[in-house]
């Protein structure tokens, strides 16, 4: 079963992973940062990564983007990429200074040799721990009621590299005995809100998985299992000069919703990034060993070389 599973996993993401020097899942080791480092485009501007999971990406993410370049003084550009591998490509590259990354794509870029320091994860309500729900969902009406009920099924994730979108729905199939490659029909939607659409259509997909934040915003979808999944972290390239780094952990590591409306992004004080931003919290690299535990279990090959 998992050699099948290898194999598929193997082909999603082809050359991109071919980059040499890195072993298996360990923890990346960082290599030295001086203070004449570097930047994707210049010393006055930071690119700001991420990959869409919904139609309103960009501006979610906007409010932070500002807070950093009136914190830094620099110019902020948002860097979008097409999916998670493109997402990893950039980061390998040297393309991008600050990103958001999925736990899963975390682990994978840095597995492949891109050099890249956790800052933090974003929380939405007050008193909230790092971490958010990767759900097994099934159209409303649907008879489905158990995650062994998806064995022959059409079901929806969201990218090969997405962390709640596949590495653990996968994780919890094969824990299930189905073969998430040969026991059911995968479509990969590319965003949590389409796959979210496409399983509450229930004719493309009979069932499927999102990260909740997308679940809880429809009502044709019914959640049949839910797993924690360790929170999506903000990133920024060990590469940067040594001050740059310290001065995006003080800006990143634990800021508010409150002290970005203090700092003058007006943008911030809006019903929209109040759902989904209340804080940041530290996360660090030991964080992610769940999803390298994972990976060794599953041998997914997108955590490998």
Do not use: W
């Not at 069932?207 to 679940?215: L, R």
Request: net charge negative; with cysteine; proline share 5%.
């Amino acid at each position: 079963m998992k050699a099948r599973f290898v194999a598929v996993l193997s082909a999603l993401l082809g050359s991109l992973l071919l980059v040499a020097g890195v072993t298996g899942c360990s923890s990346p080791t960082a290599e030295p940062t001086t203070d004449a480092g570097t930047f994707a485009v210049d010393s006055n501007t930071l690119v700001f990564g991420v990959v869409p999971d919904s139609v309103s990406t960009q501006t979610n993410y906007q409010p932070l983007m500002d807070y950093i370049a009136t914190k830094t003084g620099k110019t902020v550009q948002y860097h979008e990429s097409t999916d998670y591998a493109a997402l990893i490509e950039a980061a390998i590259a040297g393309k991008i200074d600050v990103a958001s990354f999925s736990g899963f794509t975390y682990v994978t870029a840095t597995n492949n040799g891109a050099k890249l320091t956790p800052i933090s994860s974003i929380i939405t309500v007050k008193g909230q721990e790092p971490g958010y729900y990767s759900m097994a969902i099934a159209p409303a009406s649907s008879s489905i009621t158990s995650l062994a009920q998806f064995k022959g099924k059409k079901v929806c994730f969201v990218d090969p590299s997405s962390t709640s979108g596949y590495l653990f729905p996968s994780y919890n199939l094969l824990n299930e005995g189905i073969d998430p490659t040969t026991d059911i029909t995968p479509v990969f939607a590319g965003k949590h809100d389409v796959s979210v659409q496409k399983v509450g259509e229930g004719t493309e997909c009979e069932a499927g998985f999102a990260e909740d934040s997308e679940v809880a915003k429809s009502d044709k979808v019914k959640v049949i299992t839910k797993t924690m999944v360790p929170g999506a972290p903000i990133v920024m390239s060990s590469t940067l000069p040594a001050d740059i780094q310290s001065q995006l952990k003080d800006v990143l590591q634990q800021v508010t919703i409150d002290d970005i409306i203090a700092a003058g992004v007006s943008g911030a004080d809006t019903e929209a990034f109040r759902k989904v931003f209340y804080a940041t919290s530290p996360v660090d690299d030991a964080y992610y060993d769940t999803i390298r535990s994972i990976c060794e279990k599953t041998q997914a090959k997108q955590c490998q070389k």
